[in-house]
RNA sequence: CGCGGGGUAGAGCAGUUCGGUAGCUCGUCGGGCUCAUAACCCGGAGGUCAUGUGGUUCAAAUCCCAUCCCCGCAA
């Protein structure tokens, strides 16, 4: 099957990696532009980039897809499919129209749950038990097309984005290479969603990762986990920003002031909520590396006085 | 040249303002105590203070210069 692959940050690497492997015949690599802003103003070329370059396989990196060159760039290419994944734009009717089997989407939730940027953190952040990978066919709406190939898979306790990120990018490059297999035997049969069962995971705003106490532990520990490891929910320790990672509910707290240190020793340390207490196992202060709390305390005594906030 | 913090013993930090004996908590090793322990007591080992064998100085972790590396913010 010869295919144009689009896709840009590590999600979607592995869904190219899976593609590659099974030999299908990729033409074009499409991909964002090369971030020209890091710290330093560094210029960093998108994951999806550098394993495409590796492959020699061509890349692509129109500022958008709506230019006629851009067009007759993949009509040109006359890919059977187009493979999207985690690619950061939304493709245009015009794009949708160019293959011959058309475009087909790598997701990261269960659709209908969960449509739109951030579909793995939600999915932590709202304490779900079960996630998944859904095959679908592409449209012009955002996430609203047929499904065709769902994926699931169990979330572990107290299990963290970046786990549950790099598990299901494997599972979805297991899952688009047996979709694009059924495609060719005539064997996907396209699900509609139930609209009225659909939720969004809207891309994380720098405030949904600030973390407050005055919440129940189960949601503090959620809120924590759904962004560990990046970018990091975070609070304030004795005026200074600091990051929390690690975190699960501790058992037979009640009581204490919310955002109070209760104890903090090799297993991390634990802060009072509204209601029970959170144990973080590690945490980062602006301007240090990440380290075991108990590290952290060690050379930061005084601040076992003050509170979380 | 986007803004900013940092590099000191295996880990985490203090010491740098105002140059003058290398410190703290923990780990580690040895010993003691204990029914026992991640507890407690005693003792020891372990550091070219990121690099330049750079500059200033009688003397540099500390002041000056250059380089490398790590991290937060912002995008």
Known sequence: MRLVFMGTPDFAVASLRALHEAGHDIAAVFTRMDTPKNRGMKLLPPPVKVLALEYGIPVYQPKNLRGEDTLETLRALAPDVIVVAAYGRILPQTVLDVPKYGCI????????????????????????????????????????GDMLLPVSTAVLPNESFGSLHDRLAAIGGE??????EMLARGELHPVPQRDEDAT??????????RVSFERPAEQVACQIRAYDPAPGAFCTLGGGKIKLFAASPEEGVQGARPGAILSADKKGVV?????GAVRVGEVQAAGGKKMAADAFFRGHSALLQEDFA
């Open 105 to 144: 989407n790598v997701h990261a939730s269960l659709l209908p749950k969960y449509r739109g940027a951030a579909p793995i953190n939600a999915a932590i952040l709202h304490g779900e038990t079960e996630a998944g990978v859904t095959i679908m066919k592409m449209e012009a709406g955002l996430d609203t």
């Open 175 to 180: 899952a688009i290479v047996r979709a694009l």
């Open 200 to 209: 969004y995971a809207p891309m994380i705003a720098a405030d949904d990762c």
């Open 271 to 275: 802060i009072a909520c509204r209601t």
